[in-house]
């Protein structure tokens, strides 16, 4: 195959989609590249060998974009995000023992995650009485969807995720070894890990992060800055192809095949079965068979899903803002929220009108006021629980 060559880096999971069927299916090759596609399994990899330019363009957490953008945690490399590759896609996991005890301690439908959210603040409490051990759970990176969308739970319910619980950061592949032998009591991380946790009997899935979060951007197709100044014509190839494969997973009728794609040992690695369940939207929560369903599960394409929204950049700023990660400034706002390109998009592939049935302020979190994007004080000064 001839063409340009490029590199890019991605973590086993089945947002990595639109990447994987890009290249497997010949999308990119149509459009001239050459594409190595490099399976990594820690984040932190992911973003060095970006930043450094070992990698034209990865498989990336939307808040890495960002927080690398910045300069947060690492050395500053703005990165450009033209291509959303999933919103939604997480899950929150937990042991059985914590199942059960949640199931104890609610005061309504588990299904509901402001019910399990005071469930586990009892938990917490009691185990604080019996002088137990904090709880763990497993996150995936410090600037990560997960890290935020778990700690948006637990503080609804009155949870201090810094000082009731302990959050240890844990490679995606490795979170249901943890489970399995007790060094995390939960998790939150993307598929296929949350039904391979549940195919095991080792967990089971408390809640979608799209019952937490209507709209959460998860990872993007991340390229340097520089990089897009300097190849204009080689990006916009890459994501036209990216464009075509979206379309092609979201086809209901190439979702036995794309499955069978992504469950490759040098793609994602497990079941074809797991990765249909994902893409359909139709999970098992729980070992004894129970399966719960969602159209939101996870957008790859759909619903305007691959178009990168600059509300969901400041939502994931707001976090980092919550959390202590960075001080509030207008100008570090301003950037994170120019991370996030549908200029760029729109350019390319033209514009992705969201449907009407959407949230109206592009989040659609299950407690708080409506999230306004041009006023993150206004957002902070609605929650007790936050790093000041």
Known sequence: MSGARLSIGFIPLVDASALIVAVDKGF?????LNVDLVREVSWSNVRDKLNIGLFDAAHLLAPVAIASTLGLGHVKVPIVAAFGLGLNGNAITVSPALHAAIAAHADGDIGDPMVTARALARVVAERKMRGEEPLTFGVTFPYSTHNY????WMAAGGVDPDQDIRLVVLPPPYMVESLVKQHVDGFCVGAPWNSVAVDLGVGHILHFVSEILQRAAEKVLAVRARWVNDNPDLFARL?????KAAAYIEDVANREEVSAILAAPDRIGCAAEVVRRTLDGRMKISPDG?????????????????????????????????WGQVLMSAEALAEAKATFRPDLYDSILGPAPLPPDEPADRIGAFTGPMFDPNDIGAHLDGWKIRRR
């Open 239 to 243: 994501i036209r192809a990216h464009g």
């Open 149 to 152: 969308q778990l700690r948006f």
């Open 28 to 32: 990119t090759a149509a459009e001239g």
């Open 290 to 322: 129970t399966y719960r369903t969602s159209e939101r599960y996870l957008l790859i394409g759909r619903a305007g899903a691959a178009r990168p929204d600059p509300v969901h950049a400041a939502w994931l700023y707001a976090q980092m803002v919550r």
